[in-house]
C-alpha cells in the first residue's frame, strides 16, 4: 500500500520521521499546504492514502485521511489571562491546533463566573468554536458581549474583531499574553487598496485550482457584474496565486476570489492591487460595506 503524506510548512522540518513512521512505500508532497483547502490531488491520484496532516477536514474526498495536530497548553494559565478581562460575557475562538481544549476552557470559565458561548459553526469547520482565515461562522449572530482568541499571532483575532464589530482579545496559550486588538489599521489598509482601482478598467479575476478555494461561480458573477460596468474581465486559472505569475499579464488590478489571506495578508507582495470579492463589489457601488470575504 502506498501512502502520500502532506504537511504545514511548520511541520516540514519533521518529514523524515512522520514518513518512516508510515512505512516504506511513501511520497511525500513537496507542493505548499496552507489549509485543508490545499489537497496534493496530483500525488492522490498515484498513491492508496492520502494523509494530510495539522488540518481538519474541508473536503470529503474518499482516500484522504486528515491527521490532526493539536498543540497542548495550561488552560490554568489561560483562564489567568482572560480574568483580566473587564467583560463577562464571552465568545471563545481558536484555531485547529488549539480548539481541541476549548470545551474545558468554557467549563473552567464558568466555574469562575463568566457566560461563555462555543458554538458549532458552518461544515467547512469541524469543531466548535474553530475559526479559519476564510470563515468565521462559529461567531454567526454572537450575543457574547466580546470574543476571546486563544492562538498565535493576530490574523485571526482581527478577523473576528472585523466579522462581528465587538470588542476581541487575543491570548497566547503558549506565553499567556493578553492582548486587545484594534482593528482600525486593517480597515484604513482595505480601503486604501480599493481606493487603489478607482477609475482602473481591466481586472483579472483570479481562481484558484486549489479545490477548497475553487470558486469559479462567483467568479463568474463578479465577471459579469465587471463588463457591465463597463470593465473589462477575464477570469484567470492559477494553483499558487504568487506575483511572479502575474507578472506578465496585462491586467490594472485583480480581484481575487481564491484563499481571502491572499489579499488580506499578502498584498503587499504584489504590485498591482488584489482585493476581495466583496471590495470589489462595493467598488462597483453594488453593496454598501466592503464585507469580510468568507468561504462557507
Ligand atoms: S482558503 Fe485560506 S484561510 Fe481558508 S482554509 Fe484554505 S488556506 Fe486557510
Known amino acids: 500500500m502506498r501512502i502520500g503524506v502532506q504537511l504545514p510548512n511548520g511541520l516540514k522540518k ?10 516504506s512505500d511513501v511520497i511525500l508532497s513537496g507542493e505548499s499546504c496552507f489549509g485543508a483547502c490545499d489537497l496534493d490531488l496530483s500525488l492522490l491520484t498515484d498513491v492508496d492514502f492520502l494523509y494530510h496532516y495539522a488540518h481538519t477536514r474541508i473536503l470529503k474526498f474518499g482516500r484522504v485521511i486528515y491527521v ?15 480574568k ?23 467549563e473552567l470559565l464558568q466555574n469562575l463566573g463568566f457566560k461563555v458561548e462555543l458554538k458549532k459553526g458552518s461544515e467547512r469547520v ?15 449572530d454572537s450575543n457574547a458581549k466580546a470574543i476571546v482568541f486563544i492562538g498565535d ?45 478607482v477609475g482602473l478598467s481591466k481586472v483579472g479575476i483570479i481562481v484558484s485550482t486549489k479545490p477548497g478555494q475553487k470558486r469559479l461561480n462567483l467568479a463568474e458573477e463578479l465577471k459579469k457584474m465587471a463588463i457591465k460596468s463597463g470593465l473589462k474581465a477575464i477570469i484567470i486559472y492559477i494553483n499558487e496565486i504568487t506575483p511572479e505569475k502575474l507578472e506578465n499579464l496585462p491586467f490594472d488590478f485583480y480581484v481575487n476570489t481564491a484563499c481571502p489571506r491572499i489579499s488580506y495578508d499578502d498584498f503587499k507582495r504584489f504590485k498591482k492591487p488584489i482585493i476581495t470579492p466583496t471590495e470589489f463589489e462595493y467598488l462597483l457601488k453594488l453593496r454598501e460595506d466592503i464585507g469580510i470575504d468568507e468561504i462557507e
Open 126 to 140: 469541524e469543531y466548535a468554536g474553530q475559526v479559519l482565515g476564510c470563515n468565521y461562522s462559529v461567531l454567526r
Open 84 to 106: 483580566k478581562i473587564s467583560e463577562r460575557d464571552l465568545a471563545l475562538i481558536s484555531t485547529a491546533q488549539y480548539c481541541h481544549k476549548l470545551p474545558e476552557l468554557k
Open 153 to 197: 499571532g493576530l490574523f485571526h483575532a482581527i478577523g473576528a474583531s472585523f466579522y462581528t464589530g465587538k470588542k476581541v482579545y487575543a491570548v497566547n496559550p503558549i506565553n499567556f499574553e493578553l492582548i486587545e486588538v484594534d482593528s482600525s489599521d486593517f480597515l484604513r489598509t482595505r480601503y486604501l487598496q480599493i481606493s487603489k482601482c
Open 14 to 23: 519533521r518529514a523524515i520521521e512522520i514518513c518512516e513512521e508510515l512505512g
Open 68 to 82: 490532526p495536530y493539536f498543540v497542548d497548553y495550561d488552560l490554568e494559565k489561560v483562564a489567568d489571562s482572560i
